[in-house]
């Protein structure tokens, strides 16, 4: 039911910048989440950040002060700003959007994932 479309993906050098974005398109009205997630070689996707339809954010602990999340689900865009980037933050970036609609029905989506490496 949610569509997403994401770019910008790249290869970065240390220190560097890069701004991901996202496009969804939803066929019913139903989107109350979204946020990028990240996937690590080897590793398990973990949360980046959200944002839910009260424009309420949520940064992981691990990116606070050097990402910055911008869009929101009433235009169903959403970006990625990532400044200061390591090693440590190669990984394939997901958009995802959590689709709910009343009474029980909830659902993800979640776009192919820019590869986002860092190495010099």
């Known amino acids: 039911q949610v569509q997403l479309v994401e770019s910008g993906g790249g290869w970065v050098q240390p220190g560097g910048s890069l701004r991901l974005s996202c496009a969804a398109s939803?066929?019913?009205?139903?989107?109350?989440?979204m946020a990028w997630y990240r996937q690590a070689p080897e590793k398990e996707r973990e949360l980046v950040v959200r944002?839910?339809?009260?424009?309420?954010?949520d940064y992981a602990d691990s990116v606070k002060g050097r990402f910055t999340v911008s869009g929101d689900i009433a235009t169903k865009m959403l970006g990625l700003q990532m400044n200061s980037l390591q090693p440590e933050a190669t990984a394939v970036y997901y958009c995802?959007?959590?689709?709910?609609?009343?009474?029980?029905?909830?659902?993800?989506?979640w776009g192919p994932g820019p590869q986002v490496p860092v190495s010099s």
């Open positions: 939803e066929d019913t009205p139903c989107i109350a989440v």
């Open positions: 995802s959007a959590l689709c709910t609609i009343w009474p029980d029905h909830a659902s993800s989506s």
């Open positions: 944002i839910r339809s009260t424009g309420r954010t």
